[in-house]
C-alpha cells in the first residue's frame, strides 16, 4: 500500500481546506464556457476535478489509488466521475476531452513525459491542458538536491522537471503555451507561445521565411547568409558553450590500442569540416572543455593536426594491415547545436579517413530513439557526438563522460576516474582548476574521443521579434520577449 493510500483521510482533508483557492484559480487561469468535458489525470482524493466540476459540463478524474478516489466519490457533484487508470495508459479516447489537467503528479511519476503525451492524444485539438507542478532549477546539481530532499519527505517522489525539461514535452507534442494572467512573478508580454519541432533545416528556414513561424534556433550555418541578405529577417547568437566529438568504444577492437586511437586523431581533418561547415561560427577543438570554463589547459595538450602519414605508420605500428576497416556511425533527422549537419561532418571525416589509412563504412540510424540509444549503450564503433554544458564547470563536461566508467566509450581508466574524482571534490577553486587542467591533458593524451569543435550556434528571428536573450544552456525566459517596438 502506499503513501498515498496509508494518509487517504489525511490528504482529503488537505484538499478541502485548499479547495476555495483552487477552484478560484483554476476559474481565472481555465476561463471555461461552460459546456467543457474535462480530465483530472492523477486526481488524488479530486482536488483539481473537484474545482473544475463547478464550471464545466462534466469532469472524469482518474488515479491509480482506490483509496483516494474513494474519497473523490464521496465529494462527487452529479457531473463528476472518478476512474482508476494509469496516467502513462488512459483508456480513453483520442480527442475525447476539451480540457484535460493534472495537478502535482509529474514529478510522481517514472516516465512523465508518457503522462503529457497522453494528455495531447485525449485532448480535442484547440482543447486546453493544464499542469501544476514544481520547476526544477536550472542548475543540475542544484535540481539532484531538490530531489533529495523531495525524496526524504516523500519516498514514491521521482524527479522534479525543469523548465527546459517541459518546454521539451510541450514542444514534441505541439503544445500551445497560453500566459498566465495572474500569475504572481513578472508576466509575459506574448498572449500564446507556440513550439513546433521541425527536424529539417531548410524546412525551418522556409517556415521563417513564410511567416509559419517568428523564430528558430539552430541555424544550419549554410543558411546564415540567406538569413543575413533577408531586411525582414535577424540573426542572434548563442555564446559558444559546447563541443563535437568523434567517440571511439573500446570494446569494439581495434579501437582497444591507442596507437589506433591516435591514428583516428590524425586522420580526422578537423581543420576542413570546421571551415565547411560551420561558416565562421565554430572554433577547432584540441580539448573537451570549452575555452571559457575553469580548468581549460592553455598548454601542455597533446596536438593532433591532420597527417595522414603519421596515422598509417601509427596503425602499422599497432601490427595492422592497411587499410584498416571501421564502421563510422552518424544520426540522421537532427540538428544539433554544435553539428548542424550530422551527415556532411561524416561523409568528410570518412574522406580524411579513407586517405589515413582506415577503409570506412557508414552507418546512419534517425537521432531518436535509435541512434542515441545505440551510441549510449556501447553499439556504436566510431560515431558522430557532442555535448552542450547544462552549467559552467567542467565537472559538467569531463566528469559527465569520463569520471566513471561509460559503455558508449567503454574504457576502464582508474587513474583517470580518480583524478576527476578529486578535481569534483576540490573546494579550493585554484587547486580544482590546477586538477581539471590536469585530466584535461590526460583525456587529451588517452583519447576516448577525438573533439573537433566549439560552436556559437545561431538563431533566426523575424525582424520584429524582440527581447530574446540567448542563453549558452538554452534557458531562455520567454517573458521579455514581444512584438513590434
Given at each position: 500500500m502506499s503513501r498515498f493510500a496509508r494518509t487517504a483521510d489525511l490528504v482529503a482533508a488537505r484538499q478541502d481546506a485548499r479547495a476555495a483557492g483552487l477552484s478560484e484559480d483554476v476559474r481565472a487561469f481555465v476561463q471555461p464556457a461552460g459546456d467543457e468535458r474535462a480530465l483530472d489525470v492523477g486526481t488524488g482524493a479530486g482536488a483539481l476535478a473537484l474545482a473544475l466540476a463547478p464550471v464545466v459540463a462534466e469532469v472524469v478524474g482518474v488515479d491509480v489509488e482506490p483509496e483516494l478516489l474513494a474519497r473523490a466519490r464521496e465529494r462527487a457533484p452529479a457531473n463528476a466521475t472518478f476512474e482508476e487508470a494509469d496516467a502513462t495508459q488512459l483508456p480513453f479516447p483520442d480527442a475525447s476531452f476539451d480540457l484535460a489537467g493534472s495537478q502535482k503528479t509529474l514529478h510522481h511519476l517514472r516516465r512523465p513525459e508518457l503522462a503529457v503525451a497522453e494528455l495531447a492524444r485525449v485532448t480535442r485539438p484547440g482543447g486546453r491542458i493544464l499542469i501544476v507542478d514544481q520547476l526544477a532549477p536550472a542548475d543540475p546539481l542544484e535540481a539532484l538536491a531538490v530531489d533529495r530532499f523531495e525524496r526524504a519527505r516523500d519516498p514514491e517522489h521521482q524527479r522534479v522537471l525543469s523548465d527546459q525539461d517541459f518546454r521539451g514535452l510541450f514542444d514534441s507534442n505541439r503544445l500551445v503555451l497560453v500566459r498566465n494572467k495572474h500569475y504572481w512573478g513578472k508576466r509575459g508580454h506574448l498572449d500564446k507561445l507556440i513550439f513546433r519541432p521541425i527536424p529539417d533545416n531548410a524546412a525551418r528556414l522556409q517556415a521563417l521565411q513564410t511567416g509559419e513561424v517568428q523564430g528558430y534556433d539552430l541555424v544550419d550555418p549554410a543558411d546564415i547568409k540567406t538569413i543575413r541578405n533577408n531586411k525582414n529577417l535577424k540573426l542572434l547568437n548563442r555564446p559558444a558553450f559546447n563541443v563535437a566529438y568523434v567517440g571511439m568504444n573500446q570494446t569494439k577492437p581495434p579501437m582497444n590500442k591507442l596507437a589506433v586511437r591516435q591514428a583516428i586523431a590524425y586522420g580526422l581533418d578537423?581543420?576542413?569540416?570546421?571551415?565547411?561547415?560551420?561558416?565562421?561560427?565554430?572554433?577547432?577543438?584540441?580539448?573537451?572543455?570549452?575555452?571559457?570554463?575553469?580548468?581549460?589547459?592553455?598548454?601542455?595538450?597533446?596536438?593532433?593536426?591532420?597527417?595522414?602519414?603519421?596515422?598509417?605508420?601509427?596503425?602499422?605500428?599497432?601490427?595492422?594491415?592497411?587499410?584498416?576497416?571501421?564502421?563510422?556511425?552518424?544520426?540522421?533527422?537532427?540538428?544539433?547545436?554544435?553539428?548542424?549537419?550530422?551527415?556532411?561532418?561524416?561523409?568528410?571525416?570518412?574522406?580524411?579517413?579513407?586517405?589515413?589509412?582506415?577503409?570506412?563504412?557508414?552507418?546512419?540510424?534517425?537521432?531518436?530513439?535509435?541512434?542515441?540509444?545505440?551510441?549510449?549503450?556501447?553499439?556504436?564503433?566510431?560515431?558522430?557526438?557532442?555535448?552542450?554544458?547544462?552549467?559552467?564547470?567542467?565537472?559538467?563536461?569531463?566528469?559527465?563522460?569520463?569520471?566513471?566508467?561509460?559503455?558508449?566509450?567503454?574504457?576502464?581508466?582508474?587513474?583517470?576516474?580518480?583524478?576527476?574524482?578529486?578535481?569534483?571534490?576540490?573546494?579550493?577553486?585554484?587547486?580544482?582548476?590546477?586538477?581539471?587542467?590536469?585530466?584535461?591533458?590526460?583525456?587529451?593524451?588517452?583519447?576516448?574521443?577525438?573533439?573537433?569543435?566549439?560552436?556559437?550556434p545561431a538563431l533566426a528571428f523575424k525582424k520584429n521579434v524582440n527581447g530574446y536573450i540567448p542563453s549558452p544552456v538554452s534557458l531562455e525566459p520567454f517573458s521579455t520577449v514581444y512584438l513590434g517596438s
Open positions: 578537423r581543420s576542413l569540416v570546421v571551415r565547411a561547415f560551420y561558416a565562421g561560427r565554430g572554433q577547432v577543438a584540441n580539448q573537451f572543455l570549452p575555452t571559457q570554463l575553469v580548468g581549460y589547459a592553455h598548454k601542455g595538450v597533446p596536438s593532433y593536426s591532420y597527417n595522414p602519414n603519421k596515422a598509417k605508420a601509427l596503425l602499422r605500428s599497432a601490427g595492422l594491415s592497411l587499410p584498416v576497416p571501421i564502421t563510422f556511425w552518424y544520426p540522421t533527422n537532427v540538428s544539433r547545436p554544435y553539428m548542424p549537419n550530422p551527415q556532411a561532418n561524416a561523409q568528410a571525416f570518412g574522406a580524411s579517413l579513407e586517405k589515413s589509412g582506415f577503409k570506412v563504412t557508414f552507418k546512419s540510424e534517425p537521432w531518436r530513439p535509435d541512434y542515441l540509444s545505440d551510441v549510449q549503450t556501447g553499439n556504436a564503433q566510431v560515431y558522430l557526438a557532442g555535448w552542450t554544458g547544462d552549467f559552467g564547470d567542467p565537472a559538467n563536461f569531463l566528469n559527465v563522460h569520463f569520471g566513471q566508467f561509460n559503455p558508449q566509450f567503454g574504457f576502464h581508466n582508474n587513474s583517470l576516474f580518480n583524478l576527476l574524482r578529486r578535481a569534483d571534490s576540490e573546494t579550493n577553486l585554484a587547486r580544482r582548476a590546477a586538477l581539471y587542467r590536469q585530466a584535461s591533458i590526460q583525456v587529451m593524451k588517452y583519447l576516448p574521443m577525438v573533439p573537433y569543435v566549439h560552436s556559437s
